[in-house]
T-cell receptor, first 116, second 117 residues
Framework: AQKITQTQPGMFVQEKEAVTLDCTYDTSDPSYGLFWYKQPSSGEMIFLIYQGSYDQQNATEGRYSLNFQKARKSANLVISASQLGDSAMYFCAMRPGISGYSTLTFGKGTMLLVSP | NAGVTQTPKFRILKIGQSMTLQCAQDMNHNYMYWYRQDPGMGLKLIYYSVGAGITDKGEVPNGYNVSRSTTEDFPLRLELAAPSQTSVYFC????????????????FGAGTRLSVL
């Protein structure tokens, strides 16, 4: 069975600072995909970044980067230069296997609050 | 671009009533999914479909039914609504999962907030 653990229920950061949201995962599959989604107060789920287990480099998307440490089974999201609009719930998710159907397992989320 | 469209956005049901949550996508995605999100929790998969005419159960299918007659539409049916089905429901879609990032991303609708009283 797959499991995603997000140990930080809430995080506070000041505007323009960087913040790291933690995510650890557990799977026996040799290949898998890792995702981060953002859920603002309006409720929609917004895809942020994806990392494949065999990708050689850590994924980056604008101000978002994924600190992927395969041996430690961690996939932390780093947000650089935080903005007020980054205040939201952030979910880490994993998909075992990289082809065919498999379940996307979500963590319980981390609430990020960005202050001026 | 519309992406994934869910209707309605909000609904209140009485215990025992039935309703259908609508989901449509215009990205020509083969895979579609229904999730529920309970307060303070991540998402749990209810049902999924890998193409028109093909559906299968996810983690929490009891009390729900789905159909997939077209590539675009994937409605979720609640029969005999119960208070335990009070939740936010998300529909998502993706390409057929593969080795690249693009194939694996699931795109979500805005959600339907359902209360059963």
């Amino acid at each position: 069975a797959q499991k995603i653990t997000q140990t930080q229920p809430g995080m506070f950061v000041q505007e323009k600072e960087a913040v790291t949201l933690d995510c650890t995962y557990d799977t026996s599959d040799p290949s898998y995909g890792l995702f981060w989604y953002k859920q603002p107060s309006s409720g929609e789920m917004i895809f942020l970044i994806y990392q494949g287990s065999y990708d050689q480099q850590n994924a980056t998307e604008g101000r978002y980067s994924l600190n992927f440490q395969k041996a430690r089974k961690s996939a932390n999201l780093v947000i650089s230069a935080s903005q007020l609009g980054d205040s939201a719930m952030y979910f880490c998710a994993m998909r075992p296997g990289i082809s065919g159907y498999s379940t996307l397992t979500f963590g319980k989320g981390t609430m990020l609050l960005v202050s001026p | 671009n519309a992406g994934v469209t869910q209707t309605p956005k909000f609904r209140i049901l009485k215990i025992g009533q039935s309703m259908t949550l609508q989901c449509a996508q215009d990205m020509n995605h083969n895979y579609m999914y229904w999730y529920r999100q309970d307060p303070g929790m991540g998402l749990k998969l209810i049902y999924y479909s890998v193409g028109a005419g093909i559906t299968d159960k996810g983690e929490v299918p009891n009390g729900y039914n789905v159909s997939r007659s077209t590539t675009e539409d994937f409605p979720l049916r609640l029969e005999l609504a119960a208070p335990s089905q009070t939740s936010v429901y998300f529909c998502a879609s993706s390409l057929s999962p593969g080795q690249g990032a693009r194939e694996n991303i699931q795109y979500f609708g805005a959600g339907t907030r359902l209360s059963v009283l």
